[in-house]
């Protein structure tokens, strides 16, 4: 098997544990309740004991022919022991007073392979019931067997003696005729041919008597009795337990894929291109230390670890971006859950390690943006301090800072919130903005026309696809560009499951946000 299949193979293995994963609950419960039904059976469900009594089966005798014996049919005898005719004989040993189905409901026959052995079962409430059960059978279908050979016996029997008589009537009437005729004669030399003939039918026939009277006609014997049980057969609380077990972890696990389906996860890179019509730009995991959270600063305080990393794969898709005209990059997100000012915070800082100036926008300037960046310590905002900016403790990183009108007058409107960002651009080289969720946030709406591009976060775990689908039909609706996504939040070995780098979809030609060659970043 080649290299890229096995990778496939390993692949489509993780998404299966993700869904088990994301499902384990309604597994775990359906599974819990499952075991508890089984256990609840096995506790209430009356005892049942079964006994077995083990049947030899002898070989047929060949009959009046003298034949060797014929080995039995066991399918037949099977069938002959499970016979009303057989269950009658039991019923009366048992002194059972029900129907004759009932009694047979109980009684079960096992052959065991290459041999002549019928394996007697029998089930009772009681132990000592269930023993004379299978006794009773077992004694039946002999009695049965018995009687039926008995019979043929005798027919038998009767039919040899009748030709016996026969031919003894024949001979002395021979006799008597030799009597009469001279020694010499050509009929005295007849009549002792014909009376060697019957005497030679009658040893045939005396053979075949002494055969009947020597052959065994007993039909079996039984080589083991039933024992009187000393646990009951069912309900067995160790099987009942398992098979809770295993049927509760089928039924969850179907469930859970099917519910899976329903809720939309975003299970790989195809299924989130599909839903945003645009590229997977990066895949962020989460780091494991920081349980759960992948917010803060990750590329300036872990900023040689695997999140950080994914950081700089996305700035790299984006400055790829300038080339075509894009400066500025709306980061947004679904309403729940809202990563989107994590991505935007660390798409500035590795744009800036890039040895670019970068202004963040924030609309409206509320927190987390200042508590992440926090002010520059020595207060000297230079240029920046006309278009607006105030520096952060994260070098070539600005903080756009409100008009004393208020940040929402400036950019709750396309034209206006173009202008802010044209001021900017005048001191900085590109421009991340974060306006809170696009499905839910006016100045995310107001702001998507007027970027070069929109970047889509969306949590790798509990976004779901019907989510993506809202938001880029309202980038679409409201003429802005979506340039691709980020997956955040999923784990080092699930993020495997998404390629880490897509091809940028190129943007609109023509823009007028292009960087003058002296600024460009090489490669």
Not at 418 to 436: C, E, N, Q, S, Y
């Amino acid at each position: 098997m080649s290299g890229p299949e096995l990778s496939d193979e390993r692949v489509e293995l993780r998404q299966y544990f993700a869904v088990i994963r994301r499902q384990r609950w309604i597994i775990i419960g359906i599974t819990t309740l499952s075991i508890l039904i089984a256990l609840t059976y096995a506790l209430l469900a009356p005892a049942v004991y079964a006994s077995t009594a083990e049947v030899l089966v002898h070989p047929q005798s060949g009959g009046s022919t003298g034949g060797a014996p014929q080995p039995p049919s066991m399918d037949t005898e099977r069938e002959i022991l499970l016979s009303e005719s057989v269950a009658r004989l039991a019923a009366e040993r048992l002194g059972w007073t029900g129907s004759i189905p009932d009694l047979l409901e109980r009684v079960g026959v096992d052959i065991p392979p290459e041999t002549l052995v019928l394996d007697v079962s029998f089930s009772a409430e009681d132990p000592r019931t269930a023993a004379r059960g299978a006794e009773a059978f077992a004694l039946a279908y002999l009695e049965f067997r018995a009687d039926q050979a008995g019979r043929t016996f005798n027919a038998l029997e009767l039919t040899q003696r009748e030709k016996q008589t026969a031919l003894q009537e024949q001979l002395a009437q021979v006799d008597r005729e030799l009597e009469r005729l001279p020694p010499d004669s050509v009929r005295y030399a007849t009549a002792q041919n014909r009376r060697d003939l019957i005497l030679a039918d009658l040893a045939s026939v005396r053979r075949s008597i002494e055969s009947l009277t020597a052959s065994n006609i007993i039909a079996g014997e039984i080589i083991a009795h039933a024992p009187i049980p000393r646990a009951p057969a069912s309900p067995n609380l160790k099987f009942s337990t398992v098979m809770g077990l295993f049927v509760g972890l089928f039924l969850g696990v179907v469930l859970g894929f099917v519910r899976d389906a329903s809720q939309e996860h975003l299970t790989g890179r195809t299924q989130a291109e599909e839903a945003l019509g645009a590229p997977v730009l990066s895949v962020v995991p989460r780091l494991t230390r920081w349980r759960r959270r992948d917010t803060g600063l990750v590329t300036v305080h872990a900023s040689r670890s695997t999140v950080a990393q994914a950081y700089r794969i996305l700035g790299s898709s984006l400055i790829r971006a300038h080339g075509r005209g894009g400066r500025t990059f709306l980061v947004t997100g679904t309403a729940n859950p809202d990563t989107a000012p994590s991505v935007a915070a660390n798409l500035a800082v590795v744009l800036a390690q890039g040895g670019h100036r970068v202004g963040m926008v924030g609309a409206p300037l509320e927190p987390p943006l200042k508590r992440l960046f926090g002010a520059s310590p020595n207060g000297d905002n230079g240029d920046g301090q006309q278009a607006g900016l105030e520096r952060t403790k994260v070098r070539g990183v600005w903080l756009f800072r409100p008009a004393p009108r208020g940040l929402g007058d400036d950019l709750s409107h396309p034209v206006q919130a173009r202008d802010a960002l044209d001021r900017i651009l005048d001191v900085v080289d590109f421009v991340v903005v974060h306006a809170g969720p696009l499905l839910t946030s006016p100045e995310a709406i107001a702001l998507t026309p007027a970027v070069d591009g929109v970047v889509v976060a969306a949590d790798g775990r509990r976004t779901r696809r019907r989510a993506l689908r809202r938001l880029r039909a309202t980038v679409e609706r409201v003429g802005g560009k979506l340039l691709g996504g980020v997956i955040t939040g999923l784990r080092p070995t699930e993020a495997e499951s998404f390629d880490e780098v897509g091809d940028l979809r190129p943007l609109a030609e023509g823009s007028s946000r292009a960087l003058p060659a002296s600024s460009q970043i090489p490669g």
